[in-house]
């Protein structure tokens, strides 16, 4: 990262090079200098930034290094045959918890040969990882920020409505959806791509204001402030099996019930392990069906 922005001249011209958001590059050039203890460029306002000596020196060992590591994994993928089966992966953080490994076991049976890195990640950061080339393909959910992406829809996962089983809603065999703006809520963070999908969902099944009063990040944080009483939550049928089975959820039946959120699978253009990855996606369409 420290090479692009010398190479382009800037911090904001580096971050759109990158396509990640500029916060997030000067953050890596600050914690770059905390690590070196010294600084890099000499900063003045409506000025250009000046690279130091310091700079200077790094630059050179970046450019070094990065050409190096170039060189050397196309040595390793030239005389090691198995490092075509290595796949690195980011996906979205519910998927990767509680759909993917069911779908990783057997297939990791049937492909010994097979490598894989996981990344659990919130939507964005997924994105962001398969945008910079991180990765090798990505697991999220089809949102407008994905389209930006070619990739396939592979499928879809339910959206359930939950409440604990002391809700005034609990016991109601049957609701219609548009009575829930009367209730509270717990959602995913306001400015998340995730709260924005499901949020869009509602509106557009019915459901065209609610009240969130608790956001929380985590969807297991979500579904144990649920379990506690705090509101209704809209979310993922594969995060509240558990809680449902073990009679700590109630599921709301509404009318009409919201849609499930379509997955979908990116693959990065000209990756050595497309071989395994083609392999992999009947597996997940199959894990999303079940």
């Not at 759109?16 to 500029?22: F, P, R, S, V």
């Not at 090798?136 to 499928?155: H, L, M, Y």
């Amino acid at each position: 990262m420290f090479r692009v922005v010398v190479d382009c001249g800037g911090v904001n011209a580096a971050a759109d090079h990158l396509g990640i958001a500029q916060p997030s590059v000067t953050a890596h050039l600050r914690a770059l200098e905390r690590q070196l203890g010294s600084t890099l460029f000499l900063r003045s306002r409506g000025r250009r930034n000046v690279i130091t000596p310091t700079g200077q020196a790094l630059y050179q060992y970046a450019c070094d290094a990065l050409s190096k590591s170039a060189e050397l994994q196309i040595a390793v993928k030239r005389f090691d045959a198995t490092a075509t089966q290595t796949v690195s992966m980011a996906v979205q953080r519910a998927l990767a918890n509680y759909m993917l490994p069911r779908v990783l076991a057997p297939f990791m049976r049937s492909h010994p040969a097979a490598n894989i890195r996981v990344h659990s990640e919130t939507q964005e950061a997924a994105l962001d990882l398969f945008r910079a080339g991180a990765v090798d393909t990505a697991i999220v959910f089809a949102t407008p920020e994905a389209r930006e992406f070619e990739g396939a829809i592979i499928g879809s996962e339910p959206l359930r409505i939950v409440a604990s089983p002391s809700h005034p809603l609990a016991k109601r065999k049957r609701v219609a959806l548009a009575e829930l703006e009367h209730f509270d809520f717990v959602g995913a963070l306001r400015d998340s791509q995730f709260y924005a999908l499901v949020d869009a969902t509602l509106k557009a099944s019915g459901l065209p204001k609610y009240r969130v009063i608790l956001h929380m990040q985590d969807s297991v944080a979500i579904t144990n402030a649920v379990i506690h009483g705090i509101g209704l939550a809209c979310t993922l049928s594969c995060v509240l099996q558990q809680g449902i089975a073990e009679g700590k959820l109630v599921v709301i039946e509404t009318d009409p019930p919201p849609p499930p959120l379509q997955v979908k699978v990116l693959v990065r253009a000209g990756v050595s392990c497309r071989e395994i990855i083609d392999a992999f996606i009947p597996s997940l369409i199959e894990g999303l069906r079940s």
